[in-house]
């Protein structure tokens, strides 16, 4: 079965990289090739968090990949996008 995780490989890894967003648990997620995660509450944008990255090439994009910073700081972003399809993961 084909996941956002999958999707999130063959994108990330473009060099025309753009920012990729997804929803989850009430939070909107961007993930950004340029080094940083950015969060914020779905219904209202509100509370946004963002959280940056020193590393480079693949080594960033395992940093993004191992980061908890769902709700509840006990999720990574490659356990989210695991359980989601796809389509869940847009290009922004």
Same mark, same amino acid.
């Given at each position: 079965?084909v +996941?956002?995780?999958d999707?999130? *490989?063959?994108?990330?890894d473009?060099?025309q990289?753009?920012d990729?967003f997804? #929803? *989850?648990?009430?939070?909107? #997620?961007q993930?950004?090739?340029?080094? #940083?995660i950015? +969060?914020?509450?779905?219904?209202?944008?509100?509370d946004?968090?963002e #959280?940056g990255?020193?590393?480079?090439?693949?080594?960033?994009?395992?940093?993004?990949?191992?980061s908890k910073?769902?709700?509840?700081?006990?999720?990574?972003?490659r356990e989210i =996008?695991?359980? =989601?399809?796809?389509?869940?993961?847009? =290009?922004?």
């Amino acid at each position: 079965m084909v +996941t956002a995780l999958d999707k999130f *490989y063959e994108v990330f890894d473009n060099p025309q990289k753009e920012d990729l967003f997804f #929803y *989850y648990d009430g939070l909107r #997620y961007q993930l950004s090739s340029g080094g #940083y995660i950015l +969060t914020e509450r779905a219904e209202d944008c509100e509370d946004e968090m963002e #959280y940056g990255f020193d590393e480079h090439g693949t080594a960033l994009l395992e940093a993004i990949l191992d980061s908890k910073v769902n709700q509840n700081k006990d999720k990574s972003i490659r356990e989210i =996008l695991a359980e =989601l399809p796809p389509e869940a993961l847009r =290009l922004g």
